[in-house]
C-alpha cells in the first residue's frame, strides 16, 4: 500500500512530463505503474535510511520517464467471471514474469 502512495505521489508530478517528450506522437503516453512500482521496490529502504532522500528522487524519476507506455483507446476487454467456478479451490497460476 506504501509503494502504491508512493508510485502514485511521483507519478502525478511526472504527468506532464511523457506528454512533452511525445507530443509529435500519434498516441498519448503515461509511465508504466507495474515497473513503477518495480524500481520503488528496489529504492525504498535506500529512501527511507538515507540522510538526503534528494539525491536518490531525481534518478528514480528519471528511471520512472524512461518506462513509459501508450495509451490505446478503446482498449477494455471483459471479464470472464465464470471462468473458474466449476472448482472447489481456485488454482492460483503465476502466468505472469516479474517486471524487473
Known amino acids: 500500500m506504501f509503494l502504491m502512495n508512493m508510485q502514485a505521489l511521483l507519478a502525478d508530478e511526472l504527468q506532464q512530463e511523457p ?5 509529435h506522437s500519434k498516441l498519448a503516453y503515461r509511465i508504466n505503474p507495474a515497473t513503477a512500482v518495480g524500481h520503488l521496490k528496489k529504492n525504498v529502504v535506500a529512501l527511507r535510511t538515507s540522510d538526503s532522500p534528494q539525491q536518490i528522487l531525481p534518478e528514480l524519476k528519471e528511471s520512472f520517464l524512461q518506462h513509459v507506455e501508450p495509451v490505446r483507446p478503446g482498449r477494455k476487454y ?8 466449476h472448482r472447489k479451490t481456485p488454482v492460483l497460476m503465476k502466468n505472469r514474469k516479474n517486471v524487473l
Not at 471483459?78 to 473458474?84: A, E, I, L
Open 78 to 85: 471483459p471479464r470472464q467471471k465464470d471462468k473458474y467456478r
Open 19 to 23: 506528454k512533452d517528450r511525445y507530443s
